[in-house]
């Protein structure tokens, strides 16, 4: 179930961080956009468990997840400005 939690978080994270971050450089598309947020969220997790903020078993909450999905929306946005 933790990683269903996840993948739904970091749905709406991701949602919420293209709102955040603003720009010609971000996703175009939303399902780009929501597996950004996904990814977002299981980052947040993934370094929140590292750091010791989280247990070996519990998940990002819901502010961590949107901070990872801003965090991976903006490497994507360097990464695009790099190849244009």
């Known amino acids: 179930m933790g990683i269903i939690w996840t ?3 970091g749905f709406v994270a991701g949602v919420i961080a293209k709102f955040i971050t ?3 450089n971000e996703p175009s598309g939303f399902i780009l956009t929501v597996i950004l ?5 299981f980052l947040a997790t993934y370094l929140g468990q590292a750091i010791g ?9 819901f502010i ?3 901070v990872g999905a801003i965090i991976v929306l903006l490497i994507w946005g360097f990464i695009v400005k790099k190849r244009a």
């Open 7 to 9: 993948i739904i978080i």
């Open 22 to 24: 603003p720009g010609s």
């Open 53 to 61: 903020w989280y247990g070996p078993n519990d998940q990002a909450g």
């Open 37 to 41: 947020g996904i990814a977002g969220a």
């Open 64 to 66: 961590g997840a949107i």
